[in-house]
């Protein structure tokens, strides 16, 4: 994953780098259709969050570009085609990569780290 990134990680490559670490992480899979990510939801269950994967996006939730609490396969695929209209139409030259599917945790502690490579 590192070897083929590019400058900056995703938030999915992130998960993967820290979870080849041995961190524990929220369980997630790219999606690239609604189908899709409501069939990754149902299958590590429900809630779930969905964000829009992209390096041209820094303040998703402003955009409409995230969405929390969804606990129906019928929610998450509405959810994702929210997402994606909300890109095209709020920032129409960002490159949307997928969709992120993520396991939604109780609130608590949350880690935001950095690093450089050498």
Same mark, same amino acid.
């Given at each position: 994953?590192? #070897? ?7 938030? =999915? ?7 080849? *670490?041995?961190?524990?992480?929220? /369980? ?11 069939? *990754?939801?149902?299958? +590590?269950? *429900? ?9 041209? @996006? ?18 998450? /695929? #509405?959810?994702?085609?929210? +997402? ?10 960002? =490159?949307?990569?997928?969709? @992120?599917?993520?396991?939604? +945790? ?10 450089? #490579?050498?």
């Amino acid at each position: 994953m590192l #070897r083929s990134a590019g400058e900056v990680l995703s938030e =999915h490559e992130s998960k993967v780098v820290l979870h080849g *670490f041995g961190m524990e992480v929220t /369980r997630q899979a790219v999606a690239s259709s609604a189908s899709g990510a409501a069939s *990754f939801a149902e299958t +590590i269950g *429900f809630p779930v969050v969905l964000k829009a994967v992209s390096p041209d @996006l820094r303040r998703k939730r402003e955009l409409g570009a995230v969405v929390l609490d969804l606990t129906t396969a019928a929610s998450v /695929r #509405r959810a994702y085609a929210s +997402i994606v209209a909300n890109v095209e139409e709020r920032a129409p030259d960002a =490159h949307l990569d997928g969709v @992120l599917v993520a396991e939604q +945790i109780d609130e608590g502690l949350e880690l935001q780290c950095g690093a450089v #490579r050498l």
